[in-house]
């Protein structure tokens, strides 16, 4: 995807806050434009007050779904309803799907079985089953980490992510999967396989603006930067320290 695609947000009010707001449309933007911007919930409750206050801010527009029986989510069944109606215009290259709610696995499955892309966006007690339907999901805690001093999610030191198996295990398979003969791998590709592998992968989600920072950190790798071309743009290259060396 790129930054012209459309995208459909659709927010569940009840599963999100409103602190949020900035920084998820912000983020956002680096996939599309959002054209349509919908948040769901029940208005006359008191407890969304804070997203009321925001709405008009974003153009977000509200829709209201009354609670008609207690204990049950009458806003996911009207926001599935709407995101359907949405898809089948034809008009959208993905959907954001903002809520921590399993309700919403299904739905995620559904449009990307239509082959459009989805975002997911929720917080890191997201159950499994949603994270893994989406294309690629983003936790809310990491939201507005853009430089060292205001990461919201501690940064994890080289001997601890050295001892988190299912990191290391994802990066050096998706350098194996992404190098030529001699074991060296263009960053590009290797964040392109570990994003299929693992929608809730995020280098922020270990305190590291990007990729490549969080390979450097982990010290299992060789890093080199290469001339692209004639221009004075330089490329990253990653190979597996265990990689001997050959040639």
């Known amino acids: 995807m790129d930054n012209t695609d459309k995208l459909a947000v659709l927010i569940d009010a009840d599963n999100a806050q409103p602190g949020i707001v900035d920084d998820l449309l912000a983020e956002i933007a680096n996939f599309g434009v959002a054209s349509v911007k919908r948040i769901y919930g029940d208005w006359t409750a008191p407890n969304l007050k804070g997203w009321k206050e925001v709405l008009l801010q974003h153009s977000i527009q509200p829709v209201q779904q009354f609670m008609y029986t207690k204990g049950k989510n009458a806003t996911d069944s009207a926001m599935i309803i709407d995101a359907m109606d949405l898809l089948y215009t034809n008009k959208f290259d993905g959907f954001c799907l903002v809520s921590s709610d399993s309700d919403f696995t299904r739905l995620a499955s559904r449009i990307r079985e239509s082959g459009l892309f989805v975002f997911g966006f929720g917080e890191q007690k997201t159950p499994s089953a949603f994270v893994s339907a989406c294309d690629k999901f983003i936790y809310t805690e990491v939201l507005g980490s853009k430089t060292d001093e205001t990461e919201a999610v501690t940064r994890k030191s080289s001997s601890e992510l050295k001892q988190d198996t299912k990191l290391v ?11 030529d003969d001699s074991g060296w791998a263009h960053l590009a590709p290797v964040g392109s396989t570990i994003a299929k592998q693992s929608p809730e992968f995020d280098p922020r989600n270990y305190g590291y603006r990007k990729l490549g920072e969080l390979v450097s950190a982990t010290g299992l790798f060789e890093m080199e ?9 330089k490329t990253l290259y990653v190979r597996d320290k265990r990689r001997k060396q050959t040639g």
């Open 169 to 179: 295990s994802l990066l050096r398979n998706a350098v194996e999967a992404s190098s």
């Open 225 to 233: 930067e290469r001339q692209t071309g004639t221009t004075e743009s």
